[in-house]
């Protein structure tokens, strides 16, 4: 009952220092006085774990078999650090949960099987943002309460504004002295002692089984079975840390590097309270945005027109190109020539749908007409949309349709396959956006999250 009574002055936290020019140490010490001594030394103790999954992160990006329990860790401590700081019902429960599952199963391939050939970069980067989406869901630092059209911005406060705003406030925690501890009770010296006992022993007996079970289903599945012994190679390599720290150079390094990184994490964690107010609301935006509404209706007419009128034209000509192709026999397309085939409709599909979607953008800050409710606008921008889709098919058949059908899967062919498939998907999205009001850039996100994580789990089993 004490936690939770501390728990709810949180959120008088942010009301009783608002004004902005308060030192950030006197803002440690008043967001810690709603602390009992015992949830600091808590609190300080998150620090160190900031600090410990943020030096297996660094660990991870230059020994990949790091990937998964980084991850591991790293969510723990931030899940640690909501429920601390903010309760269970802090953030936002789906958001936080996908990106916290696909955060993971990424780790997990990194660990297991490595980077891909060709697209590690593209491994790395969306690990990455997985992890960044994860902890601006879970503190809950969105403008809308959920993904949105301002996701952008809210990543840029969750990753760059609120850990340098708050940067030292980790220092100054562990700085705060705290009243001295009360001496425990014999029996409640016993009771904590059989606590940690308990403990152990269950660790001990869900080993043992686990190993049990494993080793009987390896025998039933004998791709179950490798896949455990993976498993424990990459465990052993973990713990061979004679090998993995020999050189103290590099571990003095990492640990350097942590610091800063250890602290801005807990600087966002803290963020959710000290900060005065969310980050821009979508409202609030668009009020900015009247400045720059200043181009009429016919300006929009006449961009969207011409460019409907070149893709109209376009699609004329791809049909009859495309029923060349399929009049001939696919067998006889020799691989270079198949190879300029799809190259070529993935770079079109590629520059087309970013323009589509930069003229999408445009309209939205520029335009004094709002096309989704504007019908000659809407209709054009239907119709961009619309052909974009149809580039999208266009460029898909002629990767899986022809290259991958005749000459298989690769690394690289599979990543450009994923890229088709969202930009796909975005597309219909937006042309649903232009009639309904759902929300397209949070399905979109999750579309293209969630599909990268399987893509690179099947890549893992098909290459």
């Known amino acids: 009952m004490e936690t939770n009574n501390y728990t709810t002055d949180l959120q008088l936290v942010s009301q009783e220092y608002s004004d902005e020019k308060t030192s950030l140490q006197t803002k440690t010490k008043k967001f810690l ?93 969306c690990l990455h943002a997985s992890i960044l989406l994860y902890l601006m869901a879970r503190t809950g630092q969105s403008s809308q309460d959920r993904l949105g059209i301002m996701v952008w911005l809210d990543l840029i406060y969750t990753s760059c504004i609120f850990p340098l705003k708050y940067f030292f406030i980790g220092a100054w925690t562990l700085l705060y002295k705290t009243a001295p501890k009360q001496e425990l009770s014999e029996e409640e010296k016993h009771v904590i002692k059989n606590h940690k006992w308990m403990i152990l022993i269950s660790i001990m007996i869900a080993l043992v089984l686990t190993v049990f079970a494993a080793s009987q289903l390896s025998q039933v599945l004998p791709a179950f079975g490798q896949l455990w012994r993976q498993f424990f190679q990459t465990l052993a390599t973990l713990l061979d840390f004679t090998i993995t720290f020999k050189d103290n150079g590099l571990l003095f390094s990492r640990l350097i590097t942590s610091i800063p990184l250890a602290l801005g994490l807990f600087a966002q964690l803290a963020a959710t309270y000290l900060a005065k107010e969310k980050p821009l609301s979508q409202k609030r935006f668009e009020g900015h945005l009247k400045a720059t509404r200043q181009f009429p209706k016919v300006a929009a ?54 323009l589509n979607l930069g003229i999408l953008a445009g309209l939205y800050i520029f335009s004094k007409e709002n096309f989704f409710t504007h019908k000659g606008l809407r209709f054009l921008s239907t119709l961009l949309f619309t052909f974009a889709s149809l580039f999208a098919l266009i460029a898909g058949w002629k990767l899986f349709g022809v290259y991958m059908a005749l000459y298989g899967v690769t690394p690289r062919r599979l990543l450009s396959g994923w890229f088709v498939t969202v930009l796909f998907i975005w597309c219909v999205l937006t042309l649903i956006r232009l009639y309904k009001p759902i929300q397209a850039t949070r399905l979109a996100v999750f579309y293209a999250t969630i599909s990268f994580t399987l893509v690179s789990l099947l890549g893992s089993f098909i290459l």
């Not at 460019?307 to 009049?327: D, H, N, P, R, V």
Request: charged share 10%.
């Open 33 to 125: 006085e709603h602390f009992s001594p015992k949830d600091i030394w808590k609190i300080k103790g998150l620090i160190v774990a900031c600090l410990v999954s943020c030096f297996l992160y660094v660990t991870y990006l230059t020994h990949f078999s790091f990937a998964f329990p980084a991850t591991l860790v790293l969510i723990s401590t931030i899940e640690l650090g909501c429920r601390l700081l903010g309760g269970k019902a802090k953030g936002m429960r789906l958001e936080s949960g996908i990106f916290m599952v696909t955060s993971l199963l990424q780790g997990l391939q990194i660990s297991l099987w490595g980077l891909h050939d060709n697209w590690g970069s593209a491994q790395i980067l």
């Open 301 to 354: 007419y006449i961009v969207l027109g011409s460019l409907c009128f070149t893709y109209a034209l376009f699609i004329l000509t791809a049909t009859s190109q495309m029923g060349e192709l399929l009049s001939l026999n696919q067998a006889s397309i020799p691989a270079h020539q198949a190879s300029h085939i799809a190259v070529q409709g993935f770079w079109q599909l590629v520059r087309v749908s970013t």
